[in-house]
């Protein structure tokens, strides 16, 4: 079992819609979650951390944390076209340093 | 600026010659790493490095080499590149081992005829 897991996609969304992008991880002792997002050639981006359970809020972006089910979630409302990307999920294992990233979401917006 | 850089950029070159690809960061950090991006298979670490003259293998370190002289610097040595590390290539840095914001180098794109 991979220690990061999110659906490749690629997701369709129209724009102005909620994208939801969804990770799951392995290790119950995983205390530091976070959402990058990387355009096509270029590097990851660091856009969310959360760390407790529940939501947590930045402008048109939302993290949700669910410890218990080992699920972190990325909500974008209000797509726009320029989210088109691939959205990474990176767990941090504080027990050996690690931060561990999924294999990426890959986005769409459609106008 | 805070940054890490990364260089060259892009890089064609064939198997069997050697070659660098140099990273460097100006935010004092102790903890850097390289990873390697390969279409569905996501990051991969190759080596990490803890502080000076510290370093150790992530998990795909075979073809590889590293070394940390000074806290600044971290190249990433390929020793006698093949066609299967062909792949883009990004340097990342963080303030400590136990700081879990990561910084990233703007990627290499390398090819291995």
């Known amino acids: 079992q991979k220690e990061v897991e999110q659906n490749s996609g690629p997701l369709s969304v129209p724009e102005g819609a909620i994208a939801s992008l969804n990770c799951t991880y392995s290790d119950r002792v995983s205390q530091s979650f976070f959402w990058y997002r990387q355009y096509s050639g270029k590097s990851p981006e660091l856009i969310m951390s959360i760390y407790s359970n529940g939501d947590k809020e930045d402008g048109r972006f939302t993290a949700q944390l669910n410890k218990a089910s080992q699920y972190v979630s990325l909500l974008i409302r209000d797509s726009q076209p320029s989210d088109s990307a691939t959205y990474l999920c990176?767990?941090?294992?504080?027990?050996?340093?690690?931060?561990?990233f999924g294999q990426g979401t890959e986005l769409s917006v459609k106008p | 600026e805070a940054q890490v850089t990364q260089n060259p950029r892009y890089l064609i070159t064939v198997t069997g010659k050697k070659l660098t690809v140099t990273c460097s960061q100006n935010?004092?950090?102790?903890?850097m790493s390289w990873y390697r991006q390969d279409p569905g298979l996501g990051l991969r670490q190759i080596y990490y490095?803890?502080?000076?003259?510290?370093?150790d293998k992530g998990d795909v370190p075979e073809g590889y080499k590293v070394s940390r002289k000074e806290k600044r610097n971290f190249p990433l040595i390929l020793e006698s590149p093949s066609p299967n590390q062909t792949s883009l290539y990004f340097c990342?840095?963080?303030?400590?081992?136990?700081?879990?914001?990561?910084?990233f180098g703007p990627g290499t794109r390398l090819t291995v005829l």
């Open positions: 990342a840095s963080r303030r400590d081992f136990g700081t879990d914001t990561q910084y």
């Open positions: 935010m004092n950090h102790e903890y």
């Open positions: 990176a767990v941090f294992y504080n027990q050996g340093g690690k931060l561990i």
């Open positions: 490095s803890m502080n000076v003259e510290v370093t």
